[in-house]
Structure formats: structure tokens, C-alpha cells
């Protein structure tokens, strides 16, 4: 099953983003803390049920396996789904500017 689009989960946006460099569970954990500022901190629970998913959609794969751990990588089609994604934030901020000038919506 192919990941259908539509709005991300944060967990998702950052674990996503995070695999820009592949990474194993462990360190993915401390990527996502990285790459979110400090602002997500992913338990392996949370970590694992996202990996899942986003496996099942092709958005990752499996770069390694040694028995030990596992290293994900993100795949062309989960990198198309994060730039995606990253645009539809961004049209979200530019949409909300109307905040800052200070218009007042009637």
C-alpha cells in the first residue's frame, strides 16, 4: 500500500526528516530531538509504530540489517512526500501572516 498523501503526522514529518542520512533506532531517536530543536522527543514505542507505517507506504526501506540493529533509509517516493509536505507547511505559515500584520478578520 502506497502512502495515499494527504497531511503528515509530526512523527512522521521528523522521522522522515531525520532519515535524509539513514539512521538506526537509537540514533534516529537523537536526529529527531536534532533536526526538531529539541522540541520532539521520540520514545522507541512511537519510533517503531512510525517506522512501520512508513515502511508499509514505501516512504523508507531497510538500508541494513546485521541482526543487531536496522538501518532505514528514506526512499525516493518518501523524499517526494516530505518536500510535498514541507510545501504544504509552508503555504500554511504564508497563509497565517495575515496574524502578524494585524488585519482583523471580519
Known amino acids: 500500500m502506497a502512502y ?7 512523527a512522521m514529518y521528523y ?3 531525520a532519515l535524509m542520512n539513514p539512521n538506526h533506532g537509537y540514533q534516529l531517536m ?19 509504530g512510525v517506522l512501520s507505517r512508513m515502511q508499509k507506504d514505501s516512504l523508507i526501506s531497510l538500508a541494513e540489517d546485521d541482526g543487531r540493529r536496522k538501518t532505514y533509509r528514506i526512499t525516493p517516493s518518501g523524499e517526494q512526500a516530505l518536500r510535498t509536505e514541507y510545501t504544504r507547511l509552508k503555504a500554511m505559515i504564508q497563509d497565517g501572516s495575515i496574524l502578524e500584520e494585524g488585519d482583523v478578520i471580519e
Open 4 to 10: 495515499s498523501g494527504g497531511p503528515m503526522t509530526e
Open 15 to 17: 522521522v522522515l526528516l
Open 30 to 48: 537523537q536526529a529527531v530531538t536534532e533536526v526538531s530543536n529539541g522540541r520532539i522527543t521520540m520514545g522507541p514505542g512511537t519510533l517503531y
